[in-house]
């Protein structure tokens, strides 16, 4: 069965400082996305950014990057520069590319950001 | 903007009544989801549709069942509500286009206490 894992409950981070949150995931499938989701404090979900599996390149969104380690199947999300408005919820997700659409969610890490 | 809207933020329900609770979307999205959210347990998946009155079990359906009679709209009903389901709800929607990397959008959520 695919499962994601989030091994940090919780994590704190200077602000102006670079915080990683790790992710890792289990499945037999080759190919399949992975996604980093934020809650802030009542309010809605956001993704954060994406990952498709067949691409070796790690993607990049502005502050926020990933580490995707296929072989270890590690998923690690970085953020530079954090800002009091990253303090949040943080959900790794894993999507199977066909066959399904169901995701799988990790436990989450809240993130607290001190100023 | 992407819009998916959830019925009440706040609900407090007594054991034993009928619960329902409503998610519309604006972006004319195929599939559907209902989550329950709680602490240490991430989000788990109640049921999820991909077509109008085409629906699959989750991970949790057990307590639950769905309808979708119009695109836009998924409901999620507690034929009769145990304390057990005192929960946060997350509804969600995402495209179903082949090749195309299907960000789930979520709505605010319904916090569900059931007495």
């Known amino acids: 069965a695919q499962t994601v894992t989030q091994s940090q409950p919780e994590m704190s981070v200077q602000e102006a400082e670079t915080v990683t949150l790790s992710c890792t995931y289990d499945t037999s499938e080759s190919d399949y996305y992975l996604f980093w989701y934020k809650q802030p404090p009542s309010r809605q979900m956001i993704l954060v950014i994406r990952q498709e599996a067949y691409k070796q390149q790690n993607a990049t969104e502005n502050r926020f990057s990933v580490n995707f380690q296929k072989a270890a199947k590690s998923f690690s999300l970085k953020i530079s520069d954090s800002q009091l408005g990253d303090a949040a919820m943080y959900f790794c997700?894993?999507?199977?590319?066909?066959?399904?659409?169901?995701?799988?969610f990790g436990t989450g890490t809240r993130l607290k950001v001190l100023a | 903007d992407v819009k998916v809207t959830q019925s009440s933020r706040y609900l407090v329900k007594r054991t034993g009544e009928k619960v329902f609770l409503e998610c519309v979307q604006d972006?004319?999205?195929?599939?559907m989801f209902w989550y329950r959210q709680d602490p240490g347990l991430g989000l788990r998946l109640i049921y999820f549709?991909?077509?109008?009155?085409?629906?699959e079990k989750g991970d949790i359906p057990e307590g639950y069942s769905v309808s979708r009679e119009k695109k836009e709209r998924f409901s999620l009903i507690l034929e009769s509500a145990s304390t057990n389901q005192t929960s946060m709800y997350l509804c969600?929607?995402?495209?179903?286009?082949?090749?195309?990397?299907?960000?789930?959008?979520f709505g605010p959520g319904t916090r569900l206490t059931v007495l």
């Open positions: 997700a894993y999507r199977v590319t066909s066959g399904t659409y169901k995701y799988i």
């Open positions: 549709s991909y077509d109008v009155k085409m629906k």
């Open positions: 972006m004319d999205h195929e599939n």
């Open positions: 969600a929607s995402s495209f179903s286009l082949a090749g195309f990397t299907d960000t789930q959008y």
